[in-house]
């Protein structure tokens, strides 16, 4: 943003790589006192509302609140490997979504990209939780990373909606948060997005967690279903999310 000339294009891009920056600015952009009346619904159109200059206190904002928040950094250096897991998975599915809606043209790139990232939110509240109630003494032992896998399946849908409908998220991303694990196909039957998400983010579940949730394989399938998708086509999304995880791990250790 310093730049004499900044790019809004290579500006949007950088804040797609940080999912905390990600859901701040659009949180901001969509809050009362930015708000015309339209959803915001990507990062491009979060940076056009907001200015570059605001934008710029938005990400400095979000990115040094652990810095003064002990907390948040007490959270993360309890569940590290949590933490890092997390961020892997969100950010291979986003560029998994956004590769798969332009790759097949359905669906809408830029929500799935959104959606692809922060589907899985409501697990940021859990960590934090779980570490709150191991600091305050709560819970008197350390939470086996099987216990921690199972709490965070159980609650993450929820608190997910709850916390998009909080910060006044579009409709489109709350529904995701909500539904991509909904049981009740038809309820999603015409919605390209949920499916596109539940599609790469079950697949990206399924390669690195051997506990993954019972159920989870049938909900990729019947969202492959929905989606048309061959087996062809399956292959190469197997083939992309492989590169995106390689791609996205590279990322953590440059940033790092």
């Given at each position: 943003?310093?730049?004499?000339?900044?790019?809004?294009?290579?500006?949007?891009?950088?804040?797609r790589q940080d999912p905390a920056i990600s859901?701040?600015?659009?949180?901001?952009?969509?809050?009362?006192?930015?708000?015309?009346?339209?959803?915001?619904?990507?990062?491009?159109?979060?940076?056009?509302?907001?200015?570059?200059?605001?934008?710029?206190?938005?990400?400095?904002?979000?990115?040094?609140?652990?810095?003064?928040?002990?907390?948040?950094?007490?959270?993360?250096?309890?569940?590290?490997?949590?933490?890092?897991?997390?961020?892997?998975?969100?950010?291979?599915?986003?560029?998994?979504?956004?590769?798969?809606?332009?790759?097949?043209?359905?669906?809408?790139?830029?929500?799935?990209?959104?959606?692809?990232?922060?589907?899985?939110?409501?697990?940021?509240?859990?960590?934090?939780?779980?570490?709150?109630?191991?600091?305050?003494?709560?819970?008197?032992?350390?939470?086996?990373?099987?216990?921690?896998?199972?709490?965070?399946?159980?609650?993450?849908?929820?608190?997910?909606?709850?916390?998009?409908?909080?910060?006044?998220?579009?409709?489109?991303?709350?529904?995701?948060?909500?539904?991509?694990?909904?049981?009740?196909?038809?309820?999603?039957?015409?919605?390209?997005?949920?499916?596109?998400?539940?599609?790469?983010?079950?697949?990206?579940?399924?390669?690195?967690n051997p506990r993954y949730r019972l159920g989870?394989?049938?909900?990729?399938?019947?969202?492959?279903?929905?989606?048309?998708?061959?087996?062809?086509?399956?292959?190469?999304?197997?083939?992309?999310?492989?590169?995106?995880?390689?791609?996205?791990?590279?990322?953590?250790?440059?940033?790092?």
């Open positions: 943003i310093d730049k004499p000339e900044a790019d809004v294009g290579e500006l949007v891009n950088v804040i859901a701040q600015v659009i949180k901001v952009a969509n809050s009362a006192y930015y708000s015309r009346g339209v959803d915001v619904v990507s990062i491009r159109m979060a940076v056009v509302r907001l200015g570059l200059n605001e934008v710029a206190k938005v990400a400095a904002a979000a990115s040094t609140r652990a810095l003064f928040d002990l907390e948040v950094r007490a959270a993360h250096e309890v569940f590290s490997q949590k933490w890092h897991d997390l961020w892997l998975h969100s950010m291979t599915t986003a560029f998994g979504c956004g590769w798969l809606s332009l790759e097949r043209n359905m669906g809408d790139p830029d929500q799935v990209f959104l959606g692809g990232m922060l589907h899985d939110i409501g697990k940021t509240v859990c960590l934090r939780s779980l570490s709150a109630l191991m600091f305050s003494g709560d819970i008197p032992y350390q939470i086996s990373d099987a216990m921690c896998d199972h709490i965070l399946e159980e609650m993450h849908v929820d608190l997910g909606g709850e916390m998009a409908v909080l910060w006044n998220m579009p409709e489109f991303l709350s529904n995701i948060c909500m539904e991509h694990h909904t049981e009740e196909l038809e309820e999603i039957e015409n919605d390209k997005n949920i499916h596109i998400v539940r599609v790469v983010s079950g697949i990206n579940e399924m390669r690195f989870l394989e049938q909900e990729v399938l019947d969202s492959l279903i929905n989606l048309g998708m061959s087996q062809s086509e399956l292959r190469a999304l197997l083939t992309e999310v492989r590169e995106l995880s390689d791609m996205a791990t590279n990322m953590i250790e440059f940033t790092s």
